[in-house]
C-alpha cells in the first residue's frame, strides 16, 4: 500500500534554532513530492520536488529529495514564532490524475 | 486570501441530515479538487474535477458525491450524515491538472 510517513510528529524548539523535518514515501511510479504548511486553516504551498539532489529554497526555508532513498528533508533556519504550523509533505504518482497521497504531518511549535 | 472560495465556513447538522458544501475556484483554475481532513485520518483526499469532467476518485463515501458545473465551480454533496463525518473539508484548485494546489479555507462540517 501506497504511504507516507512524516517524523516526527511533533516538535517544540526555541526561537533560532534550526530544525530538520522528515518525509518518507513508498509510492509506485512516483512523480513529485511536495511540501505545504498549515497555520490555522488552508495548507499553502512551499516546495515540489521531483529530481533527486536538487536543493529548492526559500528564504530560510529549504529542501532536498533523495529519490533512491525515498525520502525528503525539509529544513528551517533561524527559525521565528511565525514558523509554528503544521508541515505536510505528500506525493504525486505517475497516472494518479494529480492526485496526492498526504502524510500525517508534523507540528511545528517555535517557543520565543 | 487564495481565491479559492468556500460557503460556508461552518456548519453544524444532525445526523441522518444531507449538506451541500460550495467551491469557487480561483479565476482561471480548471481543476478542483476536495479534501477531507479529520483530526485522527489527516487529510483525506476525496475527489477531483477537470473541466466538468470527474478525473480522479479517491476514498470518498457513497453517501458523497460531487460535480462541477459549467461555470466551473463545484459542489460536494454529504447524506446520511453520521458522527464520524465531522471534518474540515477543503476545497483546493489549480491551473491544470497538478501540483501546487491553491487551497481554499475549508469548511468546518460539524455532526451532532
Known amino acids: 500500500e501506497d504511504k507516507v510517513v512524516q517524523s516526527p510528529l511533533s516538535l517544540v524548539v526555541h526561537e533560532g534554532d534550526t530544525v530538520t523535518l522528515n518525509c518518507s514515501y513508498e509510492v509506485t511510479n512516483f512523480r513529485s513530492l511536495l511540501w505545504y504548511k498549515q497555520e490555522k486553516k488552508a495548507p499553502t504551498f512551499l516546495f515540489m520536488l521531483?529530481?533527486s539532489g536538487i536543493e529548492k529554497k526559500s528564504g530560510r526555508l529549504s529542501s532536498i529529495l533523495d529519490k533512491k532513498e525515498l525520502f525528503s528533508i525539509l529544513n528551517i533556519t533561524a527559525t521565528q514564532t511565525g514558523d509554528s504550523a503544521v508541515y505536510l509533505c505528500a506525493v504525486e504518482w505517475v497516472d494518479s490524475n494529480y492526485q496526492l497521497i498526504w502524510g500525517a504531518g508534523t507540528k511545528l511549535i517555535i517557543k520565543p | 486570501d487564495s481565491g479559492v472560495t468556500q460557503t460556508p465556513k461552518h456548519l453544524i447538522t444532525a445526523t441522518g441530515q444531507r449538506v451541500t458544501l460550495r467551491c469557487s475556484p480561483r479565476?482561471?483554475?480548471?481543476?478542483v479538487y476536495w479534501y477531507q481532513q479529520s483530526l485522527d485520518q489527516g487529510l483525506q483526499f476525496l475527489i477531483h474535477y477537470y473541466n466538468g469532467e470527474e478525473r480522479a476518485k479517491g476514498n470518498i463515501l457513497e453517501r458523497f458525491s460531487a460535480q462541477q458545473f459549467p461555470d466551473l465551480h463545484s459542489e460536494l454533496n454529504l447524506s446520511s450524515l453520521e458522527l464520524g463525518d465531522s471534518a474540515l473539508y477543503f476545497c483546493?484548485?489549480?491551473?491544470?491538472?497538478?501540483?501546487?494546489?491553491?487551497f481554499g479555507s475549508g469548511t468546518r462540517l460539524t455532526v451532532v
Open positions: 521531483t529530481s
Open positions: 483546493a484548485s489549480s491551473a491544470r491538472q497538478g501540483w501546487s494546489y491553491t
Open positions: 479565476s482561471g483554475d480548471l481543476s
